[in-house]
């Protein structure tokens, strides 16, 4: 099967979020037996990552009224196929996102996606779409009948639904080249203006998200701004996959990232090893008491203000805590300012940092997640691998992923769980988790039960595969 990704970023090339991991590991897992190419936008951070790049054309990007100079990389890592997009007006930049003309920056994407599958005569069976950015690129295709595109089939998969990619419907004619017929006709229109993702779900041929309880979530709940009510027309084809882990990546037993290696028979001293040293490394105080470890973007998503003032209540009592992440301003601020009030209890790495990423995993002993909404996340599964015990709101993927201890189910527990989002409901799992903690005959069994847990791609791989056999 031929199959084509479309994405705003991809490991190993360029990564802000699960996104990237998803998009490389799913493609890598498919490669095995298909023709798998990656389509996306080759960044300034990319640059020195894909010094093997070879230029494949340089070319003229139509865009409306607009010329662009383009210039179209190939590189090939791990048996897929990665086409780079490169135009420096929109990708030479420091970050990948969050200015003002990213509607612009990726409708030039999208359209140039479309005009390079065009212009080297590929064939695709699937054309597999990943959130807001490419959303356009099935209306276009079928809006230009003649093009041999058509013969594909699209897949779009929504890993973060907060993003819409909404713009004024003006834009249409002056980025898409369009005229306002799918506006009127309402099927590309949402809350008075255009949003690619919803223009992606009504024309696509299946629609996934990243966790079967993020799909109900989805369909059932308004918890993203009416888009309910745009998924309820494609219920049925809609579909919820859990995202796996890349299983080599995150190996405690092969990590040479790690301290200390360490397995399901030696992870006690050595995970207390790995703990040891990175609190010394950090300048933590080392001593009995539990480490919370977190690797996340600091966004409100991800629960960060109920986290804060109850980390506060963990620090005073002198508990540890290590956090590496970046995002909202106001997030990183008080950070660090609980760590000036607590230096040798919080250790805070704002940016990011791959060695220390797998240091927390390895080192802690619970993990924080409490996010507000989650629509799989990878990081408890991650924990899982290394026998860190996941601390998670009870939503989307990580309801699917984790199973919380309750004092009964010790057999196959492999975390702790909340529900309501609360400061309280977050303090009384800290609670729940340190009367624990203390107990070595459980905290041992919950961390064998968690590094037991299987979170490969292949079942997710292989229930991609079902749905564009379903269609092709
Ligand atoms: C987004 C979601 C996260 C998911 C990831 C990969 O970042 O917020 O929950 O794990 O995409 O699908």
Known sequence: MKIVMVASEANPLAKTGGLADVVYALSKELAKKHDISIFMPFYKISEHKAKEAKLLKNLTIFMSWRCINTKLYFLEIDGIKYYLIKCDQYFNRDALYGYEDDIERFAYFTIAVKQIMTDLNMLPDIIHLHDWQPGMLPVLIRDDKNNQLNHAKFVLTIH??????????????????????HYIDGSIRFKDSVSTLKSAIMYVNKVTTVSPSHRSELLYQDISDGLNEVLKFRQDDFIGILNGIDDHEFNPRTDDKIYANFDLRNFKSKKAYNKKCLEEELHLKVDDAPLYGMVSRLTWQKGIDILLPTIHGLLAKGRKVVILGSGERKYEQALENLRREFPDCLAIYLGYNDVLAHNIYAAS????????????????????????????????????????????????????????????????????????????????????NAMHVNHDWKVAAQKYLNIYREII
């Open 160 to 181: 973060n639904p907060a993003f819409k990619g909404y713009f004024n419907p003006y834009f249409l004619g002056d980025l898409y080249g369009m005229d306002d017929r």
């Open 365 to 448: 002993d619970f993990f924080l997640m409490p996010s507000l909404f989650e629509p799989c996340g990878l990081s408890q599964m991650i924990a899982h691998r290394y026998g860190t015990l996941p601390i998670i709101r009870r939503v989307g993927g990580l309801q699917d992923s984790v199973i919380s201890y309750d004092g009964h189910n010790i057999e196959v527990a492999d975390g702790f769980g909340f529900d309501e989002y609360s400061e309280s409901g977050l303090w009384w799992t800290f609670d729940w988790c340190e009367k624990n903690y203390y107990q070595s005959a459980v905290m041992h069994q919950l961390r064998k």
